[in-house]
């Protein structure tokens, strides 16, 4: 990510302090596109509004912090990915972004199936309504009670991710008089190009079955022999917040390479593939995420391309996108508490939210914007590093950031694209309680994730 200091001093700082963030935009005021979900402007008092709601009346009605997700752009998002791959493909949404039972039928009713890697999120899927053949169940270390229960319930797929589970899900399905169908999940030894923890085919980690040294082979080659399980696919995800295609490539090679090799071992040409998920979205100005239609066809022409050099029908390709529906869909939306200002360094804008509500910052180190949202200002822009109220330094939402050099207590903030991986990773952490999730569309708000009360943390402490 190409970033660079801000030349010119803006108030508090002639000289600014090292980091990684751009100039301020020219316009503060201005909400770029590409980080704020479609339906996200500004009414004629400046207050932003979405879904034809001001954020004032939000905050007002739901209190903050809160998360606001554009239903619309969401049904759009998920639209979009499905109609770039047709219907010859699948587009599995990734649950673990965020899930909740509207969730669910939103995508139910775009015709997206659902990825989940939890018998919490199967739980969820089954409880909206979700048919047990759209949903694919995965995990590194599913519990045999969630194995049944995928089973029974009758999931459309298991990714099977060690020589363990193979047999274990067989001994499963068999017992209960079912053949499952499986994809195994392959690591393919590509270095995705994103941060360390959120890369998943490079060999030294957990997931997956390494078709290094042969083992994605062997894999395929018991679980061909087991009653309880029909082979249907290779399942392959090279990481997450990726922008290169280029891994995507080696990946796609690398998987057809194996289902060739199966051909010519078993006689048995497997009829899907599945690439995963990991498609990156804009979280400040500086990123360039790439369309679905661009992504569908350029996953669909190196899958086509590598089939026919190995004399393979094309399989059926899966996708299982999470981030890249649900991440730019909404916003978290903050009440400023103070404002601290360190000449020569930068000024502190506590917020009443924090690492609970996103860990991703001090997880990943990732980058967000942000903007004042309560109203317009036309005072200079002043270099802010908005952090929360837990007891913790690291506890920083954005880093590195320009807001107007009026901001106060009392203003709203919203910090854009906290749609994926924040309210499923949020955390009790001082007891905080983790804000709600507030849909909205075409001028109605609904909760549809409630916030947590003080009762709730009570209730799970039986004293
Ligand atoms: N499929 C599989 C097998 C996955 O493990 C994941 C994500 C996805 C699909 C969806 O990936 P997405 O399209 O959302 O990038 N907590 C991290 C991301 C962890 C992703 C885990 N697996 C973050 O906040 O960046």
Redo the contacts with the bound molecule.
């Keep these: 990510m190409s970033r660079s200091a801000h030349p010119a001093g803006p108030r508090h700082a002639d000289v600014l302090p090292e980091g990684h963030y751009s100039a301020p935009a020219d316009d503060l005021n201005a909400l770029d596109p590409k980080v704020w979900s479609h339906t996200v402007g500004r009414d004629a008092d400046g207050v932003v509004t979405v879904g034809g709601l001001p954020v004032t009346q939000l905050a007002e009605e739901y209190g903050t912090p809160a998360y606001v997700l554009d239903e619309a752009d969401f049904r759009d998002r998920a639209r979009a990915w499905r109609t770039a791959f047709g219907a010859d493909a699948d587009v599995f949404y990734?649950g673990?972004?965020f899930l909740s039972r509207a969730v669910v039928r939103w995508l139910d009713e775009e015709g997206l199936n659902l990825?989940v890697?939890s018998g919490g999120e199967l739980a969820t899927a089954l409880a909206a309504g979700m048919s047990a053949e759209r949903i694919a169940f995965?995990g590194n270390n599913k519990s045999p009670e969630e194995i049944e229960r995928a089973v029974r319930a009758g999931v459309g797929r298991i990714?099977l991710d060690s020589f363990q589970e193979i047999v274990r899900v067989a001994h499963i399905a068999q017992s209960l008089g079912k053949r499952q169908r499986v994809q195994i999940?392959i690591t393919v030894g590509v270095e995705a190009h994103t941060?360390e923890?959120?890369a998943?085919a490079h060999e030294d980690q957990k997931?997956g079955i390494p078709l290094a040294g042969g083992q994605a082979a062997e894999a395929v080659r018991r679980a061909l022999q087991l009653d309880g399980l029909e082979v249907i696919g290779i399942?392959s995800?090279i990481?997450?917040?990726i922008f290169d295609m280029s891994g995507f490539e080696v990946a796609a090679h690398r998987v057809v390479g194996l289902l060739k090799d199966i051909r010519d071992e078993h006689g048995v040409e497997l009829p899907e593939i599945d690439l995963?998920?990991?498609?990156g979205i804009a979280y400040t100005s500086d990123d360039d995420p790439r369309e679905p239609h661009e992504i569908a066809k350029a996953l669909t022409e190196i899958v086509t391309r590598e089939c026919e050099a190995a004399r393979l029908a094309t399989p059926r390709i899966s996708v299982?996108?999470?981030?890249?529906i649900v991440?730019p869909t909404a916003f978290t939306l903050y009440e400023v508490g103070t404002v601290k200002p360190l000449d020569g360094l930068r000024t502190y804008v506590s917020v009443d939210g924090g690492m609970s509500d996103n860990i991703?910052t001090a997880?990943?180190d990732?980058e967000y914007s942000v903007a004042l949202v309560s109203r317009t200002s036309d005072a200079e822009p002043m270099l802010v590093r908005v952090v929360g109220k837990h007891c913790e330094s690291g506890d920083i939402v954005v880093k590195d950031a320009f807001l107007p050099g009026d901001l106060a207590p009392g203003d709203l903030i919203a910090v854009p694209a906290t749609g994926?991986?924040c309210r499923s990773?949020a955390s009790n952490y001082n007891h905080a309680l983790r804000p709600p999730v507030v849909a909205v569309r075409d001028g109605a708000a609904r909760v549809i994730v409630r916030r947590e009360t003080e009762e709730d943390l009570l209730r799970l402490d039986v004293g």
């Design positions: 990734a673990k972004a990825d890697c995965h990714v999940r941060h923890f959120i998943t997931f399942h995800h990481g997450s917040q995963g998920g990991g498609l299982e996108p999470g981030r890249a991440g991703r997880l990943y990732a994926a991986y990773m």
